[in-house]
């Protein structure tokens, strides 16, 4: 892996007239109405980025994350099934599952728990399976009953979340559906759609990832809709939340969302999946502000192609699957900023915060 390329600084406007500016580089500006402004200070490749392979430095379209506390972090690479640890600083990763006498086949999404216990959906096998790191100790804890529909069963995963309390939720993807598996149990619970796949607010349509918040509330990266629908707990249908008007890429509309995060002020973080993006709705808001990528695919360190799933570390770094990319980018010093109307230089290059 290349040294860490110190990012450009782009600056992506918001104004009241729904009009995107961007920014880069050197360039005096003129901001004759003050904005509510998103920058990311600093974008690194933190894993993969040697082309696609399975070699210890490669990975072949990873598709999902999770990040420890000393900020090691985790990786579904999905061509190579395998997952890859890499771990702060390196320039290779290490295959830290399956063990030798296991076999995993399409590693489609992960979620770090409790007690070092890392879950991972297979979506080849229809099963949620509890690995605690550093062990041989592997179990199912949901599905694994080949692909149906039946409470004891999953279809393909694109998503998981396990609360502090163990309970697993799974979006079960061709079920157009989220379940909920309580710990230790040998059935799930349907929380969100269920009602056969739609566009209506209680039907979802190929659900990708899912957040969970304290009160119950689930996020859903609902795809084939391109809209963020929330699932309060116990509803019979959702409230949307971003999107939802269609595919596209203009900022009150999503393409093919693939994964969704809330932070503690209610913000909702949105990979963009086929807009190249990553897109910020601030609550109640119709519209959202570009945070990462630039909507138009490449392997610049400021362009993504394809990102499947973002994740935040404890510091708030952003950190993104960059799927055809085959690596893992790191937005830094992600924040919005207010900007009072005057005029502006941009310097060539910021270094991170």
């Known amino acids: 892996m290349a040294l860490p390329e110190k990012q450009k600084l782009f600056v992506f406007i918001f104004i009241t007239v729904t009009v995107l500016i961007v920014i880069p580089n050197t360039l005096s500006v003129s901001v004759e109405t003050s904005v509510t402004t998103t920058m990311c200070l600093s974008t690194t490749t933190v894993a993969g980025g040697n082309g696609q392979g399975s070699g210890q430095n490669q990975l072949d379209e990873p598709v999902d994350l999770a990040i420890d506390n000393n900020q090691n972090i985790y990786i579904a690479d999905w061509e190579n099934n395998r997952i890859q640890k890499w771990s702060v600083g390196s320039d290779t990763g290490i295959t830290v599952f399956p063990p030798d006498d296991f076999s995993l086949s399409s590693p489609s999404a992960l979620f770090l728990g409790l007690n070092n216990n890392l879950y991972i959906a297979e979506n080849a096998n229809y099963r949620v399976l509890k690995w605690t790191v550093g062990t041989t100790a592997v179990t199912t804890v949901a599905g694994g009953n080949g692909n149906g529909d039946a409470p004891n069963q999953l279809s393909t995963c694109d998503g998981i979340f396990v609360d502090n309390s163990g309970n697993i939720y799974v979006s079960d993807t061709g079920n157009h559906r989220v379940m909920k598996w309580v710990p230790n149990s040998p059935r799930g619970l349907i929380v969100a759609g269920g009602n056969g796949q739609g566009s209506s607010l209680n039907q979802l349509s190929w659900p990708a990832g899912i957040f969970v918040t304290f009160d119950g509330s689930i996020y859903i990266a609902d795809a084939d809709n391109h809209r963020i629908i929330r699932w309060s707990q116990g509803s019979d249908g959702g409230q949307l939340v971003g999107g939802g008007n269609g595919a596209g890429s203009d900022l009150n509309q999503l393409g093919y969302p693939s994964s969704v995060l809330v932070d503690f002020y209610g913000n909702v973080y ?13 609550p109640d808001a119709t519209s959202g502000i570009i945070i990462a990528g630039t909507g138009v695919p490449g392997n610049g360190s400021n362009q993504l192609n394809y990102p499947y799933t973002i994740k935040f570390d404890l510091n708030n ?35 991170g915060i």
């Open 270 to 282: 949105v990979s963009d999946y086929s807009n190249h993006r990553i897109m910020k709705y601030i």
């Open 317 to 351: 770094n952003l950190y993104v699957t960059d799927r055809y990319n085959h690596r893992v980018q790191k937005f830094s010093s992600c924040r919005n900023v207010h900007i009072p109307s005057g005029i502006y230089t941009f310097p060539d290059s910021v270094q």
